[in-house]
DNA sequence: CCAAAAGTGTTGGTTTTACACCCATGC
DNA sequence: GCATGGGTGTAAAACCAACACTTTTGG
C-alpha cells in the first residue's frame, strides 16, 4: 500500500524579557483544534528544506523573524493528529521579543506571548513537544553560554543573572556567577551605565559575539 | 498542490568488540545506489510508529535485535534522494554485537560490520548522517555513564578502560580512570576472575542496571 | 625467571564553595 | 538619610592531574 504520511514542521519560539521566559503561541483559525492554541507551524512544501518550512511559516502566522533555530525532536505517533498520519519535525527557537513586533495572519487568529508558567492548554500533542522544548533550554546552559540569543544587545549583569536564575529555578549566588561568567570571557564591559530607577546604576555589558560562538561550539561545562 | 514527501528511518548501529568500534551497515541490493553500502532503514508503513519501522526493519534487513535506541536528528534536504523528496529520521542504536548473528535479507545483499575508521563509500547522504552520529557517540561519554549497551554482560575492567580510550581517541590514565568510574557507584565487583592467556588474571565486573540508569537520567559531568 | 597485564596511593595545584559588607544613585 | 540594587575578596574544602612500583599469572 502507498505510503500517506504528511509532513509538517512546528516551532517553539522562547523569548525573554524582564524576567520571565515566554512562549510563542498561536490561535488557531481552522479546524481540528480551532480556537485553541497551538505551537506555530505548517505544511513542508514539496521543494522546500526543513529549516525553510519553519521560518516561512513562523514568518506567514506570527511575523517573527527568527534569531536561533535548531532542531528538537521528530514527533511521528500515528495518533497525534486527528486527520490522519501526520508527523512533525520539531524546532526550538531563541529570539528578542523586542525587536519585532508579532501579528497574526493566515492559520492564526491570534498571536501571543505566554510565559512557561502561565500556559494554556494546547492542541494536538503540542503540550509534550513544548515540555521537551523547555528541558532542552534548561539543560542547554549546563554545556553552552546561553543569553546572546535572548537578551538585548546591551544589559546590565543582573539581566544574565535573573536569565540564569528564572531557567534553573533556583537562587545562584551573585559574586561566584560573576567571577565564573567573567573567566568565560565572553563579556564586554561597555562604558555605559544604566539606571534602573533606585539603586546604583549598572554597568552595560554585551556579549563578544565571536568569542561567544567559539566557545558554543568548543562547549563547556557549566555548573552554577 | 499536494504534498508529495515521503518518509523513511534510518538506523547507525553501533558494536563493540574486542577494542574497535563497528557500524552495522547493508550492500544494497536495489536501484538506486544498488550494491553500495548504506545504514539500514527504509520506508516507514502508515500505521506504525517511527520506532517500530526502525526495530522492524533493522530485523528485516540484518537480523539485529536492538537493546538502545534513541533519535538521531531528521534530514529533510530536498535533493538528498534522487527518487524524489524523501527524509529521513535517523536513530541511533547500540548493540552487544555477540549476541545474535547477522543475516542479509529483503532489501540487503550483505551485512558487515564496519570498524569506525575502516568505512567504506556510502549511499545518499549516509555519510553525513554517520557522522553526526560517530559525533554523538563521542560526546555522550562525557555527560553520561557509557558500557552497559555495549560491553558483554561481565568484563573485565580493562575492557571498559578500551572502550573510553577507542572513543576519546587517545590514551587516558588508568590509575584515574579506575578511581572515577567506581567513584560513580554503577559497578559491581565479581569474585570472579578472567585470564588473558598472558598477565596477572582481572576481576570481572557488571554494570549495576539499577545506579546505572539513575544515572544516565540524572546526567554527569565527566571529563576523564 | 621473564613477560605481560592487573592493581594500587600520594602529593601539589587548581577549582569551587561559602559567605557579608561597601558603593552609587533616586527619592 | 534611607531604600534599592550594584559591585567586590578571601579562606577552607573539594577535586583533579601527575606520577611508578608491586602483584599475579602463563610460559
Given at each position: 500500500m502507498e505510503q500517506s504520511i504528511k509532513l509538517s514542521?512546528?516551532?517553539?519560539?522562547?523569548?525573554?524579557?524582564?524576567?520571565?521566559?515566554?512562549?510563542?503561541?498561536?490561535?488557531r483559525k481552522y479546524n481540528p483544534f480551532k480556537g485553541k492554541w497551538a505551537i506555530p507551524g505548517g505544511?513542508?512544501?514539496?521543494?522546500?528544506?526543513?529549516?525553510?518550512?519553519?521560518?516561512?511559516?513562523?514568518?506567514?502566522e506570527t511575523g517573527v523573524q527568527i534569531n536561533y533555530l535548531e532542531q528538537?525532536?521528530?514527533?511521528?505517533?500515528?495518533?497525534?493528529?486527528?486527520?490522519?498520519?501526520?508527523i512533525s519535525v520539531a524546532y526550538f527557537g531563541l529570539v528578542h521579543p523586542n525587536a519585532f513586533k508579532i501579528y497574526a495572519s493566515t492559520d492564526a487568529e491570534e498571536v501571543h506571548w505566554f510565559k512557561i508558567?502561565?500556559?494554556?492548554?494546547?492542541?494536538?500533542?503540542?503540550?509534550?513537544?513544548?515540555?521537551?522544548?523547555?528541558?532542552?533550554?534548561?539543560?542547554?546552559?549546563?554545556?553552552?553560554?546561553?543569553?546572546?540569543?535572548?537578551l538585548d544587545e546591551k544589559f546590565p549583569f543582573s539581566d544574565l543573572e535573573k536569565l540564569y536564575t528564572t531557567l534553573l529555578g533556583r537562587a545562584i549566588d551573585?559574586?561566584?556567577?560573576?567571577?565564573?561568567?567573567?573567566?568565560?570571557?565572553?563579556?564586554?564591559?561597555l562604558?555605559?551605565?544604566?539606571?534602573?530607577?533606585?539603586?546604583?546604576?549598572a554597568n552595560l555589558f554585551k556579549f563578544n559575539e565571536k568569542r561567544y560562538f567559539q566557545l558554543k561550539k568548543d562547549g563547556i561545562v557549566f555548573d552554577i
Open positions: 514542521v512546528d516551532a517553539v519560539v522562547f523569548g525573554y524579557e524582564s524576567g520571565t521566559i515566554s512562549v510563542l503561541l498561536i490561535k505544511f513542508v512544501l514539496n521543494d522546500e528544506s526543513l529549516e525553510e518550512a519553519v521560518e516561512r511559516e513562523l514568518r506567514e528538537l525532536y521528530t514527533f511521528g505517533n500515528p495518533k497525534r493528529d486527528p486527520r490522519g498520519r501526520i508558567n502561565e500556559l494554556p492548554e494546547l492542541s494536538f500533542d503540542h503540550k509534550e513537544i513544548l515540555d521537551l522544548a523547555i528541558s532542552r533550554l534548561q539543560s542547554k546552559i549546563t554545556y553552552e553560554p546561553l543569553g546572546f540569543e535572548l551573585r559574586r561566584n556567577f560573576r567571577k565564573k561568567i567573567l573567566k568565560l570571557n565572553v563579556l564586554d564591559e562604558s555605559e551605565k544604566v539606571s534602573k530607577g533606585s539603586g546604583r546604576p
